[in-house]
């Protein structure tokens, strides 16, 4: 959800380009949002380049993207650091386009060819307001096990996102905020190492002999994320079929 803004509440045009639109830039393409049923599928990119006609050339999804796509809306993110308050802080800005052009093996500069979407250039960068990052509880009935690296202690998760994990640990166990944790995330086969710093450590629940640690996934190459992206949007849609078929059990 794109919203109008403020001028006093974003850097100017110029600058939010000079920021978002060059080479190797992240990119989150918002695919489409359902709030009332809590979705939203996200899906991570690079901006390999700019064609000669303002067109932005991203690297394909994973899952990719295909030609069903071709002509439908869809929402481009970039989350920019800005310095105009102590401390500084993130804001993500976007815009609304639609898919232009899929192409397997787009020469690049060098030599290297990869797949690519091509997306049209923004108008004007928008505040973005939307959470791209929905706290997941993993359904009852999918083996998703975390474990701590790199003794392989296992700790139970309370919620996870794109962006951080919330896990539950016998109360005596201290995490200091800031501190970095290398874990392992594993579903089946999957298995995903994750980079990640304490953000909070300590709150406890009544009536439960353990504490609660939240971690932020950071330093981890865009192909892990690619991977935990991918892994929750499967996740997300089991559990929204569970739903549907409670509430379609419910009206017979």
Not at 84 to 94: F, H, I, Q, S
Not at 105 to 121: F, P, Q, R, S
Not at 147 to 161: A, G, K, M, N, Q
Not at 167 to 182: M, Q, S, V
Request: with cysteine; hydrophobic share 35%; glycine share 10%.
């Amino acid at each position: 959800m794109i919203l109008g803004r403020k001028d006093n509440q974003l850097p100017s045009q110029k600058e939010l380009r000079r920021r978002c639109l060059r080479p190797g830039r992240k990119v989150d393409l918002v695919l489409a949002t359902d709030l009332a049923r809590d979705f939203i599928e996200v899906r991570s990119s690079l901006l390999e380049d700019i064609d000669a006609k303002g067109r932005l050339i991203l690297d394909q999804t994973l899952p990719r993207l295909g030609p069903s796509y071709l002509g439908r809306e869809i929402e481009v993110t970039f989350l920019v650091r800005l310095d105009d308050v102590p401390g500084g802080r993130w804001l993500r800005v976007g815009y609304r386009t639609p898919v232009a052009g899929l192409r397997d093996n787009y020469a690049l500069g060098g030599g290297l060819k990869v797949d690519v979407i091509m997306v049209e250039g923004p108008k004007e960068l928008k505040p973005y307001t939307l959470r791209l990052h929905f706290r997941l509880r993993p359904p009852p009935d999918r083996d998703l096990r975390l474990y701590l690296l790199p003794d392989r202690t296992r700790v139970e998760i309370e919620d996870i996102s794109g962006g951080g994990v919330r896990f539950a640990h016998p109360r005596l166990w201290r995490f200091t905020p800031g501190k970095g944790l290398t874990l392992a995330l594993e579903e089946g086969d999957t298995r995903l190492v994750l980079e990640g710093v304490v953000v909070r450590s300590g709150g406890e629940e009544r009536g439960r002999d353990t504490s609660f640690t939240a971690v932020r996934f950071e330093g981890n190459p865009p192909e892990t994320m690619h991977r935990l992206n991918y892994l929750l949007q499967e996740l997300l849609r089991h559990k929204l079929a569970q739903r549907s078929g409670l509430a379609q059990g419910r009206r017979r």
